[in-house]
């Protein structure tokens, strides 16, 4: 018992940030019609840049994780114009690889910079695990939980409660629309590259502690989290969110009764037979296709 | 010998000699790149034609290398297999056929999923591949891969890298003939056809859950046999080679070269497989050059090389089409009408009833878009529907022409009740349509979009289509004739060539209706015919719809034109909020008061 409680934490744990992960891909999706195929390296960018400026340079915390934040919204802008904007237009696969390319770009770039081995990034609330009814749970997992929360409901408040959130919300509804409206669509664009960015970046910082950061973290955490998002069906980040944390589970149920090897191929299995049954994603509206 | 030869020859001519002179380490790359090609041929059917993108490609090829790689290492024992070089052969063809499995495989859950969902599904498929021959370390030898693949032999020879050059090149010349016979044949049509509007496909008899499958399978061919080639040539597979990024690469390669066209593997896959051996040294920057690649062919290349070169002739040609017309325009003559055998002879109008609903009903969520309709449309007779908008007249056709599945009541076509039968089922029992918004597939020539409408007529298999059998070029040439009838039909036959996005909107009403007719239906649905057209063109129309109910074919027209609906109908049907509220002929139906009061609302008096 106090296993599987053990494992269910920490399957939470993962499990938020694989949502918080998913959630920053149907931002942009749901305003631009758009996914961010590299938007697992805006983790491991995250978990880098705090990396350097906590661990290496050994600024405060908190500014630390100040400052990368605000060099990821400098990179969001830069990518939204350069990799996102000009093919907006053009089919679907062409934006596929252009963001693909800038994943790569940024993938063996970090690469170069930071070596390909994994980095120890010290949790800031302690490493000893606490012991609770026989169970030994790692602060930085609990952290890790109250803060995906914490996101959450800030970004449910930002898109019902503030007016920028709202015109975010038009623009999901139409493009177009919006647009006639008044609204500011090239900013909400970028925008909308910016949350996204950052809660990829913010996972990263929230997650290095755990996994360790490394120039790979973010491949196939990023294949992941679009699996989840994609589950939970694009437009709606709750049930993305909520995917996260039963896939999450699953992944922890999965490794620690079978083996390791064998979590992600039965993992990915369900992502396929859930898309077969349910072509829109579990939490996804369904439309009558207009003939 | 056609002029058009003299490149390509030559092209092959100094392919051959290459082995003489490169050097094996060249050999070796040129090797390289015939199978990158034929793994990119693959995906250019399925990705550049078909429009289903495939980011998990690397799994097929790996299918085939590992499947070939197991196969042959076991029947090398078996000596009278191993001498004449069979197990090779054998595990080639293993290979082949495990990677059109999988390929089928892949194709089921894609059937229904659109964009980033079905690139989900491949994405998780190639994962699952990959993580499988990483796991499965008895079987596969996990990330050590498996060793000595033994070299191809016919009888006592062995295969040596500048043998089995030639006969890789072989294979990918072979290759790319396959590719054009199919795209120039009706599954090439109908892939591309799909790719622009799944609904119109249907509606024209193309099964397109088939053909999706069918996309799917011909591309894992291309990649399963890549892949053994590979397998053979490397002598050793490993999962080093089939990962994600493969995947990428490959995509990249055909939109390099031109995705959905005939040449883009062509230039693409080559390039990319000698560009990284250029740039060995920068072995670690190997992902900035595809990422800065990928990003510059965007911007600068969006059609890719052979996509942008294709772009810049046919404009060329334009030009000197558009002289010549304006020759022709001095000279033009009033047009003979020809007497159209194509529709077969006139035909009497019976009273037999071909299409009845009965009580139909359908509900969108709580919304009752149609309500216990009952309608009866005769043989050779033109049934109007018309009403205000949103009275739910597209969505009863949608309901006759299977698109939609009613809630409750019955729809009988020919005598038997259609129900639940699909929209290129009824096409094939003889109901056509066409579609308010105009539903033409853009990018194909107004010739090519009438002949996917013979799609309910033709018999020819794949496999005579790719390598041209007499059955198979004696009905493309039966249906090509025929196609041509029907544009003189409806008078677009000096636009055959024109790509169809480029014709006028009142042609491009003519050409739906020319492909539809090529379906030889009983019963042709007309959704708003003459939306947006001008005075003219709405006479043209009329006409037009008159020709056709000659023939004896049924018309249901849903128009809101009333001059038009009133000369030409013989039997209107209003719709009021799902509702039938009148039935009748044209006369009966201008004084109906209920029919007034649609429209204009109540009546002042009452």
């Known amino acids: 018992?106090?296993?599987?409680?053990?494992?269910?934490?920490?399957?939470?744990?993962?499990?938020?940030?694989?949502?918080?992960?998913?959630?920053?891909?149907?931002?942009?999706?749901?305003?631009?019609?758009?996914?961010?195929?590299?938007?697992?390296?805006?983790?491991?960018?995250?978990?880098?840049?705090?990396?350097?400026?906590?661990?290496?340079?050994?600024?405060?915390?908190?500014?630390?994780?100040?400052?990368?934040?605000?060099?990821?919204?400098?990179?969001?802008?830069?990518?939204?114009?350069?990799?996102?904007?000009?093919?907006?237009?053009?089919?679907?696969?062409?934006?596929?690889?252009?963001?693909?390319?800038?994943?790569?770009?940024?993938?063996?770039?970090?690469?170069?910079?930071?070596?390909?081995?994994?980095?120890?990034?010290?949790?800031?609330?302690?490493?000893?695990?606490?012991?609770?009814?026989?169970?030994?749970?790692?602060?930085?997992?609990?952290?890790?939980?109250?803060?995906?929360?914490?996101?959450?409901?800030?970004?449910?408040?930002?898109?019902?409660?503030?007016?920028?959130?709202?015109?975010?919300?038009?623009?999901?509804?139409?493009?177009?629309?919006?647009?006639?409206?008044?609204?500011?669509?090239?900013?909400?664009?970028?925008?909308?590259?910016?949350?996204?960015?950052?809660?990829?970046?913010?996972?990263?910082?929230?997650?290095?502690?755990?996994?360790?950061?490394?120039?790979?973290?973010?491949?196939?955490?990023?294949?992941?989290?679009?699996?989840?998002?994609?589950?939970?069906?694009?437009?709606?980040?709750k049930g993305i969110f909520v995917c996260g944390i039963l896939y999450g589970i699953l992944e922890g149920v999965l490794s620690g009764y079978l083996y390791t090897g064998i979590r992600d191929i039965i993992a990915f299995s369900l992502v396929i037979l859930v898309l077969f049954l349910k072509p829109e994603g579990l939490f996804g509206k369904r439309t009558f296709e207009k003939v | 010998m056609k002029k058009s030869w003299i490149l390509p020859l030559g092209i092959i001519c100094f392919l051959t000699t290459v082995p003489f002179y490169a050097g094996t380490y060249y050999t070796f790359l040129t090797v390289l790149a015939f199978i990158y090609i034929i793994i990119s041929i693959g995906l250019n059917i399925l990705t550049g034609y078909a429009g289903l993108f495939s980011l998990g490609h690397a799994g097929l090829t790996a299918m085939g290398a590992y499947a070939t790689a197991m196969l042959s290492q076991k029947l090398i024992a078996v000596g009278w297999l191993a001498q004449p070089g069979f197990h090779v052969l054998l595990g080639i063809a293993a290979g082949v056929i495990l990677s059109c499995f999988i390929g089928a495989l892949v194709a089921f859950p894609s059937l229904r999923a659109k964009g980033p969902y079905l690139a989900m599904v491949t994405i998780s498929f190639g994962w699952i591949i990959w993580k499988i021959l990483v796991e499965w370390i008895p079987v596969t030898g996990g990330e050590l891969g498996i060793r000595g693949v033994p070299r191809p032999n016919i009888g006592p020879v062995l295969l040596n890298t500048e043998k089995f050059y030639f006969i890789v090149m072989g294979l990918c010349i072979a290759c790319l003939f396959v590719q054009r016979n199919l795209i120039k044949s009706r599954f090439g049509r109908n892939l591309v056809a799909l790719k622009f509007s799944e609904s119109a496909s249907a509606s024209l008899g193309i099964n397109v859950y088939k053909y999706k499958v069918l996309a799917f399978v011909v591309s894992a061919f291309f990649a399963g046999l890549g892949g053994a080639l590979f397998a053979h040539q490397q002598n050793y597979v490993n999962p080093d080679t089939f990962g994600f990024f493969d995947s990428v690469f490959y995509l990249l390669a055909i939109l390099f070269g031109g995705a959905g066209t005939l040449l883009g593997p062509v230039i693409g896959a080559p390039i990319l497989t000698f560009l990284p051996e250029m740039l060995h040294r920068f072995d670690m920057y190997r992902l900035i050059v595809f990422g800065i690649i990928i990003i510059a062919v965007l911007y600068?290349?969006?059609?890719?090389?052979?996509?942008?070169?294709?772009?810049?002739?046919?404009?060329?040609?334009?030009?000197?089409?558009?002289?010549?017309?304006?020759?022709?325009?001095?000279?033009?003559?009033?047009?003979?009408?020809?007497?159209?055998?194509?529709?077969?002879?006139?035909?009497?109008?019976?009273?037999?009833?071909?299409?009845?609903?009965?009580?139909?009903?359908?509900?969108?969520?709580?919304?009752?878009?149609?309500?216990?309709?009952?309608?009866?449309?005769?043989?050779?007779?033109?049934?109007?529907?018309?009403?205000?908008?949103?009275?739910?007249?597209?969505?009863?056709?949608?309901?006759?022409?299977?698109?939609?599945?009613?809630?409750?009541?019955?729809?009988?076509?020919?005598?038997?009740?259609?129900?639940?039968?699909?929209?290129?089922?009824?096409?094939?029992k003889g109901l056509a349509r066409t579609f308010q918004n105009v539903q033409l597939f853009a990018n194909m020539s107004v010739l090519d979009n009438v002949l996917v409408g013979f799609e309910p007529h033709c018999r020819s298999t794949i496999w005579q289509a790719a390598f041209r059998s007499g059955r198979f070029t004696q009905e493309e040439m039966d249906i090509r004739e025929k196609a041509i009838e029907f544009l003189e039909f409806v008078g677009l036959s000096e636009y055959r060539d024109t790509m169809a996005s480029n014709l006028p909107y009142g042609h491009q009403r003519r050409l739906e209706i020319a492909r539809a007719l090529a379906t030889k239906p009983n019963l042709l649905l007309l959704d708003e015919p003459a939306a947006g057209l001008n005075a003219l063109e709405i006479k043209e129309l009329n006409r037009l719809i008159k020709k056709i109910q000659i023939k004896g074919i049924g018309i249901v027209l849903v128009e809101h034109h009333v001059d038009l609906v009133m000369d030409i109908s013989d039997e209107i049907s209003v719709l009021d909020y799902g509702q039938k509220i009148a039935e009748g002929p044209p006369l009966q139906i201008q004084s109906d008061p209920k029919v007034i009061e649609a429209y204009l609302g109540e009546s002042l008096n009452a």
């Open chain 1, 1 to 237: 018992m106090s296993f599987f409680l053990q494992i269910l934490i920490s399957g939470i744990s993962t499990g938020s940030i694989y949502g918080l992960v998913g959630v920053g891909y149907s931002v942009t999706y749901t305003t631009m019609n758009i996914l961010n195929f590299g938007l697992g390296m805006w983790v491991m960018m995250g978990a880098m840049l705090g990396y350097t400026f906590y661990v290496l340079w050994g600024i405060n915390f908190f500014l630390a994780f100040f400052l990368s934040i605000c060099l990821v919204c400098i990179f969001a802008i830069l990518m939204e114009r350069v990799s996102v904007n000009p093919f907006v237009l053009a089919g679907s696969y062409v934006w596929v690889m252009s963001t693909l390319a800038v994943g790569m770009l940024m993938l063996n770039t970090a690469q170069l910079i930071w070596g390909r081995d994994p980095l120890r990034f010290p949790s800031i609330i302690g490493e000893k695990a606490i012991r609770v009814l026989g169970l030994g749970i790692y602060p930085q997992e609990l952290l890790i939980i109250v803060a995906a929360f914490v996101i959450m409901t800030l970004l449910e408040a930002f898109y019902r409660k503030t007016l920028t959130g709202k015109a975010l919300r038009a623009t999901a509804f139409s493009f177009d629309i919006a647009a006639l409206m008044g609204i500011n669509t090239t900013y909400i664009a970028i925008l909308s590259y910016v949350i996204s960015g950052c809660i990829a970046a913010v996972a990263g910082i929230l997650i290095a502690p755990v996994t360790l950061a490394e120039a790979n973290m973010g491949t196939v955490l990023g294949i992941k989290a679009f699996g989840i998002a994609i589950i939970g069906g694009l437009e709606s980040a």
């Open chain 2, 300 to 428: 600068l290349l969006p059609r890719g090389v052979w996509g942008e070169i294709e772009g810049f002739l046919q404009k060329r040609k334009e030009k000197v089409e558009r002289e010549i017309e304006d020759e022709k325009k001095i000279q033009e003559v009033e047009h003979v009408a020809t007497p159209y055998k194509i529709l077969g002879p006139s035909a009497v109008r019976s009273n037999a009833v071909i299409l009845e609903t009965h009580e139909v009903t359908m509900k969108f969520g709580g919304l009752v878009a149609i309500d216990r309709v009952s309608l009866k449309v005769k043989q050779g007779c033109i049934h109007s529907i018309i009403g205000p908008n949103g009275a739910g007249k597209t969505t009863l056709l949608n309901l006759i022409s299977g698109f939609y599945v009613p809630v409750s009541g019955d729809i009988i076509f020919g005598g038997r009740k259609v129900n639940r039968d699909k929209p290129h089922r009824l096409a094939s």
